[in-house]
């Protein structure tokens, strides 16, 4: 009897364990390794540090899930390395993301490494997600996979009209920097866009790495100017604010793309030098012209409210929104579309012509005859003003086609 019963008892337990084995256990998601070469030791070394934090914290957020192609789930695993915004660094810093880290994908990128990581990520196939803009000159031939994915001078001209429509009547002095556009072609784009919207404004052209503004600062004096609008960075925005207003002007000084903390501005230039500073801003969340995903609003704003607790005071930056994230969007519908992670022609492919859903809104990639594969439309284009300790929404102009 007892021999009945152990042999019936092994009978179960086999089929119980053949059973359990039966049931497929998940696999693990697939890493695709992507590079950001970004400045961590040079004078934009505020912008580039304040991207870190948001955008470990967003790719968390967004492993959770992950995203599938041909029915494995895939992640991103971000690199970075310092290209100390320079030509030089960039050389070195894709060598590194491309040939040591294996990076499939360049992404985040905004400094002026533009043309040396070309030099490396497209011979290697590696898709590269860059901006528009200054020191941007783009060759189809020499660089096919590199991609638009942040309009950057497209942003710039709607901040300006977002201020013209907020302060009308102004005289604007526009200030840009040498880059691959020619002045004429500089002239072009302004008469393109600021004339038909009625703007009163002289504009100025100044060298890369100018330090000294005292000309440009007297040319907008001597014009009437009552708002200046910087095509630059921080590392410009901070001894041109400090000048003006060392000088005796208290213009309003608006800076291309994001405000870094304000905190930084407020240290260099003085408390009151750094009100009414104006800047791109990503808080989708305020934005008023423009729909955003509420997945994607939901998502950045568990990453500003994680950084606070952590920091204990609120954490306001927004630019980190509206770049690695955005890019990172775009790669992931764009695989999905092209069904493969391996192939950079027919990614590119799925990328040409194609629209995006991210957290800077809906992309549609066009624009060859500039570009190639610009972000030229649907990108919501709004500008914050420092009040006080911290930048708040100001206005909206969403970005519209330079042809």
Same mark, same amino acid.
């Given at each position: 009897m007892s021999l009945v019963v152990a042999i019936v008892v092994i009978s179960v337990l086999t089929v119980s364990c053949? &059973?359990?084995? /039966?049931?497929?256990?998940? #696999?693990?998601?697939?890493?695709?390794?992507?590079?950001?070469?970004?400045?961590?030791?040079?004078?934009?070394?505020?912008?580039?540090?304040?991207?870190?934090?948001?955008?470990?914290?967003?790719?968390?957020?967004?492993?959770?899930?992950?995203?599938?192609?041909?029915?494995?789930t895939y992640n991103f695993r971000l690199f970075t390395a310092d290209d100390r915004d320079s030509p030089e660094g960039g050389t070195a810093a894709a060598e590194q993301l491309v040939h040591g880290d294996d990076c499939k994908f360049l992404a985040g990128h905004w400094s002026w490494s533009y043309d040396t990581i070309s030099n490396i990520s497209n011979p290697a196939e590696v898709i590269f997600v860059t901006r528009t803009g200054g020191g941007i000159i783009y060759d189809p031939v020499k660089q096919p996979y590199n991609v638009f994915g942040t309009p950057a001078k497209e942003e710039w001209v709607a901040q300006v009209l977002a201020a013209h429509e907020k302060y009308p009547g102004i005289k604007f002095g526009l200030l840009?920097?040498? #880059?691959?556009?020619?002045?004429s072609?500089?002239?072009?784009?302004?008469? &393109?866009?600021?004339?038909?919207?009625? @703007? #009163?404004? &002289?504009?100025?052209?100044?060298h890369v790495g100018t330090t000294d503004f005292t000309t440009y600062i007297t040319k907008f004096a001597g014009g009437g100017c009552g708002l200046i609008y910087m095509d630059t960075g921080i590392d410009s925005?901070?001894?041109?604010?400090? &000048?003006?207003?060392? /000088?005796g002007y208290k213009w309003p000084v608006g800076q291309a793309g994001g405000l870094a903390d304000i905190k930084v501005y407020i240290d260099a230039c003085g408390y009151e030098a750094t009100q009414g500073l104006i800047g791109g801003y990503f808080g989708i969340w305020d934005f008023k012209e423009t729909s955003v995903n509420p997945e994607y609003i939901s998502m950045c704003q568990e990453v500003m409210n994680t950084i606070s607790e952590r920091q204990g005071k609120l954490y306001t930056y927004t630019d980190w929104i509206g770049w690695l994230p955005s890019h990172l969007l775009i790669l992931t519908q764009a695989i999905q579309k092209a069904g493969t992670v391996e192939d950079a022609d027919a990614? @590119?492919? /799925?990328?040409?012509?194609?629209?995006?859903?991210?957290? *800077?809104?809906? %992309?549609? @990639? #066009?624009?060859?005859?500039?570009?190639?594969?610009?972000?030229? %439309?649907?990108?919501?284009? *709004?500008?914050?003003?420092?009040?006080?300790?911290r930048a708040v929404y100001l206005s909206e102009h969403p970005v519209k086609s330079i042809p």
């Amino acid at each position: 009897m007892s021999l009945v019963v152990a042999i019936v008892v092994i009978s179960v337990l086999t089929v119980s364990c053949t &059973q359990r084995a /039966a049931v497929p256990v998940p #696999s693990r998601p697939v890493i695709i390794n992507v590079g950001l070469p970004t400045p961590l030791s040079n004078p934009a070394i505020p912008w580039g540090r304040a991207n870190m934090e948001p955008y470990s914290i967003w790719i968390e957020l967004f492993n959770k899930k992950g995203f599938e192609v041909n029915g494995r789930t895939y992640n991103f695993r971000l690199f970075t390395a310092d290209d100390r915004d320079s030509p030089e660094g960039g050389t070195a810093a894709a060598e590194q993301l491309v040939h040591g880290d294996d990076c499939k994908f360049l992404a985040g990128h905004w400094s002026w490494s533009y043309d040396t990581i070309s030099n490396i990520s497209n011979p290697a196939e590696v898709i590269f997600v860059t901006r528009t803009g200054g020191g941007i000159i783009y060759d189809p031939v020499k660089q096919p996979y590199n991609v638009f994915g942040t309009p950057a001078k497209e942003e710039w001209v709607a901040q300006v009209l977002a201020a013209h429509e907020k302060y009308p009547g102004i005289k604007f002095g526009l200030l840009e920097p040498t #880059s691959g556009l020619t002045p004429s072609e500089i002239e072009q784009i302004n008469r &393109q866009f600021f004339d038909p919207a009625g @703007m #009163s404004y &002289q504009w100025e052209i100044f060298h890369v790495g100018t330090t000294d503004f005292t000309t440009y600062i007297t040319k907008f004096a001597g014009g009437g100017c009552g708002l200046i609008y910087m095509d630059t960075g921080i590392d410009s925005t901070l001894p041109f604010l400090k &000048q003006r207003w060392d /000088a005796g002007y208290k213009w309003p000084v608006g800076q291309a793309g994001g405000l870094a903390d304000i905190k930084v501005y407020i240290d260099a230039c003085g408390y009151e030098a750094t009100q009414g500073l104006i800047g791109g801003y990503f808080g989708i969340w305020d934005f008023k012209e423009t729909s955003v995903n509420p997945e994607y609003i939901s998502m950045c704003q568990e990453v500003m409210n994680t950084i606070s607790e952590r920091q204990g005071k609120l954490y306001t930056y927004t630019d980190w929104i509206g770049w690695l994230p955005s890019h990172l969007l775009i790669l992931t519908q764009a695989i999905q579309k092209a069904g493969t992670v391996e192939d950079a022609d027919a990614i @590119m492919n /799925a990328i040409r012509g194609g629209t995006f859903d991210t957290t *800077a809104g809906k %992309f549609t @990639m #066009s624009g060859e005859k500039t570009y190639g594969s610009s972000v030229v %439309f649907g990108c919501p284009c *709004a500008i914050c003003i420092v009040d006080g300790g911290r930048a708040v929404y100001l206005s909206e102009h969403p970005v519209k086609s330079i042809p």
